[in-house]
């Protein structure tokens, strides 16, 4: 229950930090913005990806779909971590 509370907020986050993203026009603002969407998406995969875990009936296809769903999120958490550091340095500077 409780991680599909966490995997449904992270994915409204992800929605609405993906319209912000699309919204701003300075261009720093847009790369913070997608930074931001890129962490929650990777969130909302891991999420997703230990949900399926966590079935009883474990199939082949749900572990190695379960297990391109954690490899995804982890990049995309890793890299939307790294370019927000990124970029908030060059707003910082400003």
Do not use: C, H, W
Request: hydrophobic share 50%; aromatic share 14%.
């Amino acid at each position: 229950m409780v991680l599909t509370g966490f995997t449904i907020a992270s994915l409204f986050l992800t929605i609405v930090f993906g319209f912000q993203y699309r919204m701003v026009k300075q261009p720093l603002g847009r790369k913070m913005g997608q930074a931001l969407m890129n962490i929650f998406m990777g969130i909302t995969l891991i999420l997703f990806s230990i949900n399926q875990y966590l079935f009883p009936d474990l199939t082949t296809i749900r572990i190695v779909i379960a297990s391109l769903l954690l490899f995804l999120g982890g990049v995309n958490l890793v890299m939307g971590l790294k370019n927000y550091r990124y970029y908030k340095g060059l707003v910082e500077k400003k």
